[in-house]
């Protein structure tokens, strides 16, 4: 029997777990598990899941990922979930799948800029009055 685990990796106070190969319900399950006790035991106040590496889905891996943003919500972080190919897309919605609640970007980059907006944190680039400084105004 092969122990198989999905890496939680921190990045400051957001969890980045990406998924890059197909998943079993064991894996999920264990998954679902470790990220939420990561998310209790860190404090984490988002969770950014890259599905990219998935190319199907199954109705038990769609309730996954719907659980997953309930509970992290439940416990005070957002969940983005990014890079979902249109296949995953397109399967999810036939199977009746809306995942409700559920935040997507299109890939880390704009998953970040989604959480750091959420959760009110200033960009770096951003000044004392909140603008971007390639977005201030000089009168």
């Not at 106070?13 to 035991?41: K, N, S, W, Y």
């Not at 999810?92 to 799948?97: R, T």
Request: charged share 20%.
């Amino acid at each position: 029997m092969s122990f198989e685990r999905i890496p939680i990796l921190t990045m400051g106070e957001f969890l980045l777990v990406t998924i890059q190969g197909e998943m079993h319900d064991t894996l999920a399950t264990t998954l679902q598990r470790e990220l939420t006790a990561r998310v209790a035991t860190q404090g984490a106040r988002g969770v950014l899941l890259d599905i990219s590496g998935l190319s199907m889905v199954d109705s038990f891996m769609g309730r996954m990922v719907s659980t997953i943003a309930s509970i992290t919500r439940m416990m005070d972080a957002e969940t983005v979930v990014v890079g979902m190919q249109p296949a995953v897309a397109i399967t999810l919605v036939e199977m009746g799948l809306t995942l409700p609640g559920v935040l997507t970007a299109m890939n880390v980059e704009r998953g970040m800029e989604l959480l750091r907006g959420r959760l009110g944190f200033a960009r770096e680039d951003s000044n004392d009055y909140g603008e971007s400084e390639r977005d201030a105004i000089d009168f």
